[in-house]
C-alpha cells in the first residue's frame, strides 16, 4: 500500500539559513500534519492543514510556515534556522472523517 | 496543555514474555491510537480505539480504551525480538492534532 513519502529524507543547513521540506499523503488523504520530533523526545505537533486550509496550529515558530497545495502535498518552510531546530520533522496524513494519522519516514534535519 | 502520562519508560524483558504499558491523563480523550517507532524512523500505527471500554487486538497486540477515557493499555503477548521499538500512545480529544505520551522503550534479552 502507498505511503506518506517525505523529501528530502536528510537534511544539513547551517545556521540562519532557509530550509523547504516536502510531504506527499497517502492517496485520497485530505489531511496533512507536521510534527517534530527532538532526540529521546515524543513527536510534537506543529501544524495541520484540511482542504489546502490551516486547520490547528501547534507549537510550530514564527519563522516557519507551511502550506497544502492542490495536489494535497504540502510543504513546511523554515528560516533563519537555529542549532536548536535539528530534529526529525514528520508529516503525516489521514482520510476525511477519520482520526487515524500514518507517518512518513521523516527528515532528519541538522543545523550546523 | 494536554499531557499524557506514559508508563513504563523503559522495560527490559526476555523473549517470549508479556508486555504491559499504559497512558493516563487528566483530561478526556475521544480516540486513542498507539504507535511503535523504531529509530529513525516514522511511528507505525498499531491501533486505534474510538468508543470507551473497547477493546482491540492486532495480532498479539491488544488494546484497551479506558472506561473512564482518560487512559488507555497496550499488552503485548509473547514478545519476539521484532517487538523491539519505542511505543507511544497518542490521543485525541475534538481538535485535529494528536498529543504523545513520552514513550516505552522496550528491549528484548534473547
Known amino acids: 500500500a502507498a505511503g506518506v513519502i517525505q523529501s528530502p529524507r536528510h537534511l544539513i543547513k547551517e545556521k540562519r539559513e532557509t530550509a523547504t521540506l516536502k510531504c506527499y499523503p497517502i492517496p485520497r488523504h485530505d489531511t496533512v500534519y507536521w510534527y517534530q520530533q527532538g532526540p529521546g523526545q515524543d513527536p510534537q505537533f506543529l501544524i495541520s492543514?484540511?482542504?489546502?486550509?490551516?486547520?490547528d496550529k501547534g507549537s510550530i515558530p514564527d519563522r516557519f510556515s507551511a502550506q497544502q497545495f492542490s495536489d494535497y502535498h504540502s510543504e513546511l518552510n523554515m528560516s533563519s534556522l537555529e542549532l536548536g531546530d535539528s530534529a526529525l520533522y514528520f508529516c503525516?496524513?489521514?482520510?476525511?472523517?477519520?482520526?487515524?494519522?500514518?507517518f512518513g519516514p521523516g527528515t532528519r534535519l541538522t543545523v550546523t | 496543555g494536554q499531557q499524557l502520562n506514559q508508563s513504563p519508560q523503559s522495560m527490559f524483558i526476555q523473549e517470549g514474555e508479556d508486555v504491559s504499558m499504559n497512558c493516563t491523563s487528566s483530561?478526556?480523550?475521544?480516540?486513542w491510537l498507539w504507535y511503535k517507532q523504531d529509530p529513525g524512523e516514522g511511528p507505525v500505527l498499531l491501533i486505534a480505539?474510538?468508543?470507551?471500554?473497547e477493546l482491540t487486538s492486532n495480532g498479539r497486540l491488544t488494546a484497551q480504551f479506558g472506561i473512564t477515557r482518560k487512559d488507555s493499555f497496550l499488552n503485548i503477548s509473547a514478545s519476539i525480538p521484532s517487538d523491539v521499538g519505542i511505543y507511544f500512545c497518542?490521543?485525541?480529544?475534538?481538535?485535529?492534532?494528536?498529543?504523545f505520551g513520552q514513550g516505552t522503550r522496550l528491549t528484548i534479552n534473547p
Open positions: 480505539l474510538y468508543k470507551a471500554g
Open positions: 483530561s478526556i480523550f475521544n480516540t
Open positions: 503525516a496524513s489521514s482520510q476525511r472523517g477519520r482520526y487515524e494519522q500514518y
Open positions: 492543514f484540511y482542504e489546502k486550509m490551516q486547520s
Open positions: 497518542a490521543g485525541r480529544s475534538g481538535a485535529q492534532k494528536l498529543v
